[in-house]
């Protein structure tokens, strides 16, 4: 008989290469089989448990094995685990896709499933380029980006992205984006308010659009974190901003709350802040509570109107995924909306959000560390050798792994993203677990750069 880790991660190396991962890596670091999970925890097969403080990959919302979502998708398994979405629906599609229309920015009625992130990217991507061509205007097939986004890995959404770890061997693959400065707010100047700052950095967005409006369907963004890069933040008044001058110009405006969006940010979607509504709204992650692959964009009668004609006229959005609106993540993201709505989780997360901000902000005169940022349940500690210049630690150096294996000893899961790390914990945390996971966050960080 066998038990503990170490059987299964011999049996794991031997067959599973594992994602954004250098296997290499493995000759040192231990895989963790995880058996099981139970809100904010999760335990191995030693017995370890380790609090999930970036909700496996910003996924989770309400905590490992949460019984009411787990219920939901107990009783959906028992009548439908699955159908085609062409010619057939389901009851927890149809729910969902109401649900969503009531929530979303006003004007967002239509919902086009799929089933990750970057497959989202890819369908909004497309349908832009596609309205277009149905009104005629066939010169629109190029895409404005911000520098430090990023919007999946699939090469239409690595194309639109901007992260360069991620995105540089694959160029040649590549179409090509018109890149635009980020207006992250880590690059104001001394004195400069975040406002000032994001709304001196939308200059070049409005030359860009000037420039290109007429060769452009659509502007990408992150609403108000640029997650991968860093977690960068920017003021709304650049998303406010860019909703006019998109109109203005005729450019479609795709808001990416594939990350930020589900409360991540303080309110349920990220453009609530700047008071907009997108044309395409892309969302995945949090979507099912973090339980089953489902992604979703939503867009204007306007856009679907474009697509709606006879057959023959082949106008039709001939897109499709095998497990398109999945009953059982539909059912998983019904349940998640419940949540939302019987817990009161905006409200309630505002004092949770206040507690971790506070907590973190206590590393601010840490000689190593250049900024604390937050918005709502993010939190992030940038890292510098240098605290005058905030220049990164040179990348080689992988300061981030340090903090993570130190971490993990502590029995906090921490995934530091280059020189930043980051809090996005499930909203189930409790004051003293926030406590614990920034108390293990400071021993790791001292330990990462005491030399
Ligand atoms: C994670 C992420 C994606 C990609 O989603 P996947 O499900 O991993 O394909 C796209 N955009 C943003 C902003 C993300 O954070």
Redo the contacts with the bound molecule.
Sequence with gaps: MTSGNAPYAARDLAHVWHPCTQMKDHEQLPMIPIRRGDGVWLEDYDGKRYLDAISS??VNLFGHANPRINAAVREQLESLEQVILAGFTHEPVIALSEALTALAPPGLTRCFYAD??????EVAVKMSFHYWRNCGRTQKRRFITLTN??????LG?LAV?NVDLYKEIYQPLLMDVISVPSPDCFERETGESWAEHSRRKFAAMKAALAAHAHEACAVIV?PLVQ??GGMRMYDPVYLTLLRAACDRHQVHLIA?????GFGRTGTLFACEQAAIRPDFL?L??GLTGGYL?L?TVMTTDAIYAAFYAEYTKLRAFLHSHSFTGNPLGCAAALASLAIFRDDHILERNRSLAAHMGARARELEDHPHVAEVRQRGMIVAIELTPNKATREPYPWTERRGLTIYQHALRCGVLLRPVGNVVYFMPPYVITPAQIDLMVEVARAAIELATCD
């Design positions: 990959w910003w990750n992130g970057s497959s989202a990217v986004s990023y919007h999946g890995e699939t959404a992205g992150e997650c991968a990416d709350e594939i990350a930020v892309c995945s992650k692959p992604s």
